[in-house]
């Protein structure tokens, strides 16, 4: 630890700041506590509402900045972390796998840690993080050559590093930790590589094993050391050997859900992209080529890692439709508890808490083309003609026939997370217009290399915009109202009982709207492109805000025609934290 390091938790205790350990207590309030935000979603049930209204529509005008601070170095891309607040500090990662912790008051840096990254990483969508996990004395967070670090809270000492699998196979960690009953639960990243996606629980002290839980039929679980039970059944819908690199990565990391104590995790593509060479070419009777659990949700017990349920909102994908988008807990308008998951593949889906069935799907973009609806049973009504073409039915054998579909494989709704307020019922979803030319094309699995099997361009469908903010009511999909942006938004959402929405854009505009109306009430031009978390706290009779500045993750990289659009903007690696002085509270 350097000099500076020493000093500033030497100010720290000096000044009277004793930090208290984190109980599964405080992280199960954790939605409901004003004075800090201990877990990724601000609340592990991930809607992202915040109870405080001292800020509101009367007097956001007044929101102005308290502090700002920067990640430093040379190190920037993509920041798409959510700040955590816990006794007087805020602790947040950045790109290339750091964590920094920041005096709340100042905005000073008390400790740095910085991953040391071997050479050879193979993060498919940016260098991201995407936040931490606070329990006990501790603070976790994973790292790019897939591993999950646990640090002291006080110090940035290391307490335990383990290995979450090997890098070199493909694999990677970007999300931020879930942490239930003193488990530090994490997923995986990887699924471009032909990765096999997993869950994986490890005691919060130690950081040993307690389950792994693999998401593909065929693989073996573990509990505590010991061969638990399989995922699925070996070859009822994976033909031949394909499940070994049948991808299904758990790259956004999960939510708990208390009241039924499960664990949701959804899980990306099935491996390769080309869902022609997964089912031998030809049609599937039944669901005999679904490729489980790829592309599902899936209820998870927490104590043994065991699937108790699953709903798949894409079998036998074809279209890169990762099925990993969060799944947030509400109670609906008949005071049903729901689960509701805005997917890649353009439509908004309602499942029962109890059990994950089905209960309804709305689209929420324009212009669907891969499938005309979603049926009784939850199961797409495929366009057939609308699925790329197989490759060994061409003349050449080297391109299956190229056809235009829309959403775009980086989806109707990607990475960026919703939110629910519990003031309007209403869900604030970050989505994007666009579409895609795709075909597949023949591809050999070969450890640590990108396995596609597929070629793609991105298109905008529409001249005016891409991004769409859409405020849509879970009981019957209307859209309430919808805010249009030139460029794709990226950036996650916040909901207050204020009756404010927050979000940012690649622009760099942080926003606060009105939840009922859609009406632009405040902005702060941050100087890059906003593709992080927005938070907030109390503190000291204050509300503070706070958001990460700085552009970047898929859409530069993966974009196609999209990505010539955006090339403009500047990169950036900068927290804003923003306070609503008391004396302007009432204007």
């Known amino acids: 630890m350097n000099r500076f390091v020493l000093a500033a938790v030497a100010a720290l205790c000096a000044a009277g700041v004793a930090q208290a350990e984190v109980t599964e207590q405080d992280l199960l309030n954790d939605a409901t506590t004003t004075g800090d935000v201990l877990t990724n979603g601000m609340g592990r049930d991930l809607q992202r509402y915040s109870p405080l209204n001292i800020l509101n529509k009367d007097n956001v005008a007044n929101l102005v900045p308290a502090w700002a601070f920067s990640l430093g170095g040379e190190k920037q891309r993509g920041q798409e972390t959510q700040p955590l607040i816990h006794d007087g500090v805020m602790y947040l990662t950045g790109s290339y796998s750091r964590l920094y912790a920041v005096d709340l008051k100042t905005g000073q840096e008390i400790w740095q840690y910085d991953a040391r990254l071997p050479e050879g990483i193979l993060p498919c969508c940016d260098v991201v993080n995407r936040g931490?996990?606070?329990?006990?004395?501790?603070?976790?967070?994973?790292?790019?050559?897939?591993?999950?670090?646990?640090?002291?809270?006080?110090?940035?000492?290391?307490?335990?590093?383990?290995?979450?699998?090997?890098?070199?196979?493909?694999?990677?960690?970007?999300?931020?930790?879930?942490?239930?009953?003193?488990?530090?639960?994490?997923?995986?990243?990887?699924?471009?590589?032909?990765?096999?996606?997993?869950?994986?629980?490890?005691?919060?002290?130690?950081?040993?094993?307690?389950?792994?839980?693999?998401?593909?039929?065929?693989?073996?679980?573990?509990?505590?050391?010991a061969e638990s039970t399989m995922t699925g059944t070996l070859n009822a819908t994976w033909p031949g050997d394909l499940w070994k690199t049948g991808g299904g990565a758990t790259w956004l990391g999960g939510s708990y859900d208390a009241d039924t104590n499960t664990l949701v995790f959804g899980t990306g593509n099935p491996a390769p992209w080309n869902s022609h060479l997964r089912n031998a070419g030809t049609p599937v009777e039944g669901n005999a080529g679904d490729n489980l659990y790829a592309a599902s949700r899936l209820g998870i017990d927490p104590a043994t890692g065991e699937i108790k349920w699953h709903f798949q909102t894409t079998p036998r994908e074809g279209w890169d439709y990762d099925g990993v988008n969060?799944?947030?807990?509400?109670?609906?308008?008949?005071?049903?508890?729901?689960?509701?998951?805005?997917?890649?593949?353009?439509?908004?889906?309602?499942?029962?808490?109890?059990?994950?069935?089905?209960?309804?799907?709305?689209?929420?973009?324009?212009?669907?083309?891969?499938?005309?609806?979603?049926?009784?049973?939850?199961?797409?009504?495929?366009?057939?003609?609308?699925?790329?073409?197989?490759?060994?039915?061409?003349?050449?054998?080297?391109?299956?026939?190229?056809?235009?579909?829309?959403?775009?494989?980086?989806?109707?709704?990607?990475?960026?997370?919703?939110?629910?307020?519990?003031?309007?019922?209403?869900?604030?979803?970050?989505?994007?217009?666009?579409?895609?030319?795709?075909?597949?094309?023949?591809?050999?699995?070969?450890?640590?290399?990108?396995?596609?099997?597929?070629?793609?361009?991105?298109?905008?469908?529409?001249?005016?915009?891409?991004?769409?903010?859409?405020?849509?009511?879970?009981?019957?999909?209307?859209?309430?109202?919808?805010?249009?942006?030139?460029?794709?938004?990226?950036?996650?959402?916040?909901?207050?009982?204020?009756?404010?929405?927050?979000?940012?854009?690649?622009?760099?505009?942080?926003?606060?709207?009105?939840?009922?109306?859609?009406?632009?009430?405040?902005?702060?031009?941050?100087?890059?492109?906003?593709?992080?978390?927005?938070?907030?706290?109390?503190?000291?009779?204050?509300?503070?805000?706070?958001?990460?500045?700085?552009?970047?993750?898929?859409?530069?990289?993966?974009?196609?025609?999209?990505?010539?659009?955006?090339?403009?903007?500047?990169?950036?690696?900068?927290?804003?934290?923003?306070?609503l002085p008391k004396q302007l509270a009432s204007n």
């Open 132 to 225: 931490a996990a606070i329990y006990g004395n501790n603070i976790y967070f994973g790292t790019l050559d897939a591993r999950i670090v646990a640090l002291d809270l006080k110090t940035g000492d290391v307490v335990w590093n383990k290995e979450i699998a090997e890098y070199k196979e493909g694999y990677s960690y970007t999300a931020a930790p879930l942490i239930v009953n003193g488990l530090v639960i994490t997923g995986n990243s990887g699924g471009e590589f032909g990765i096999v996606g997993e869950v994986q629980a490890r005691d919060a002290n130690t950081g040993e094993l307690v389950w792994t839980r693999p998401t593909i039929e065929g693989h073996m679980g573990t509990l505590n050391g």
């Open 326 to 579: 969060e799944v947030v807990g509400f109670v609906d308008a008949e005071g049903n508890k729901r689960y509701a998951t805005a997917d890649r593949n353009g439509f908004f889906y309602i499942l029962n808490r109890e059990d994950g069935k089905f209960v309804a799907a709305y689209p929420f973009v324009k212009d669907i083309s891969w499938a005309s609806g979603i049926d009784a049973e939850g199961r797409p009504i495929y366009n057939e003609d609308n699925r790329p073409g197989d490759p060994s039915a061409a003349a050449d054998g080297a391109k299956g026939e190229q056809i235009f579909a829309v959403p775009s494989f980086l989806g109707g709704k990607n990475w960026m997370p919703m939110a629910y307020s519990q003031n309007t019922g209403l869900f604030y979803v970050p989505s994007n217009e666009w579409g895609m030319d795709i075909w597949n094309e023949p591809v050999t699995y070969k450890k640590g290399a990108a396995y596609l099997g597929s070629g793609f361009t991105i298109k905008p469908l529409f001249e005016d915009h891409i991004g769409s903010l859409k405020a849509m009511d879970p009981n019957t999909g209307e859209v309430k109202w919808e805010f249009k942006n030139p460029s794709p938004l990226w950036g996650g959402v916040m909901t207050t009982a204020g009756g404010l929405v927050f979000t940012g854009t690649p622009e760099g505009k942080f926003i606060a709207f009105d939840d009922a109306t859609g009406e632009e009430l405040w902005s702060f031009q941050t100087g890059s492109g906003i593709v992080g978390q927005p938070i907030t706290w109390e503190q000291d009779g204050e509300q503070y805000v706070s958001v990460i500045s700085g552009w970047g993750g898929a859409v530069p990289l993966w974009g196609g025609e999209v990505a010539k659009e955006v090339n403009f903007l500047n990169q950036g690696g900068m927290v804003w934290t923003f306070r």
